[in-house]
Every structure is written in C-alpha cells, then in structure tokens.
C-alpha cells in the first residue's frame, strides 16, 4: 500500500504560477513511476505528467514548456511546477504512484488538489 498527500493548490491569475507537492509513505521501495493527472469538471481524468525511477519525464502537450515535475527521492515527494497558468488549466489535479505486480499496473491516487486559474 501507498499513501499520498497533496498540498499546494489554490488560487492564481492567469500567467501565475504554482508549485504542487505529494509525499509518498508506505510501500514507496515498490514505487516505479510518479506523476501528476488532472480532471476538470464534466472531463475525464488526464495525464498531466509522469516520471518513472529512471528520471525521464512525459508532458502532456497543453502543459509542455509551462510544467515541470521533479522528484526528491530521499523525502519521496514529487513535485509540479506549473508556470504561465492559464484558465484552461482550472481543475483537480492528483498525484498517483503506480508499481507493478505480476505484470499487471497497481495505481494509487491522493486526495486531489484544486487548482483554479481565475482573473
């Protein structure tokens, strides 16, 4: 099992920035990939941004050159930068880890963090 608790949404006008936070406890020597995915009301839940334990990263193409995941391993915490906001990308963002068991995805989600880009 693994825990993970956000912090850092908010509020922010359009061209702000934010910087979202998710600590990880429990099973996280199992941990493969961390990442962040948001959903917006009356749409599905999307990818935002991933990275696996080898470091590379993966960006949705809305948010590519504005956001930026990092990972802090000794606090097991990953983070998302998020930089020249724009009302587009008002919604409830998630942090999920995922490792593998018997080939088959085992995916674990916070409890979400609003994110509101408003004027």
């Known amino acids: 099992q693994v825990q993970l608790v956000e912090s850092g949404g908010g509020l922010v006008q359009p061209g702000g920035s934010l910087r979202l936070s998710c600590a990880a406890s429990?099973?996280?020597?199992?941990?493969?990939?961390m990442g962040w995915y948001r959903q917006a009301p009356e749409k599905q839940r999307e990818l935002v941004a991933i990275?696996?334990?080898?470091?590379?990263?993966e960006y949705a193409d809305s948010v590519k050159d504005r956001f930026t995941i990092s990972r802090d391993n000794g606090k097991n915490t990953v983070y998302l930068q998020m930089n020249s906001l724009k009302f587009e990308d008002t919604a409830v963002y998630y942090c999920?880890?995922?490792?593998?068991?018997?080939?088959?995805?085992?995916?674990?989600w916070g409890q979400g963090t609003q994110v509101t880009v408003s004027s």
């Open positions: 990275m696996p334990n080898s470091g590379s990263t």
């Open positions: 999920n880890a995922r490792y593998w068991v018997w080939g088959l995805p085992r995916d674990y």
């Open positions: 429990g099973s996280v020597s199992r941990i493969n990939v």
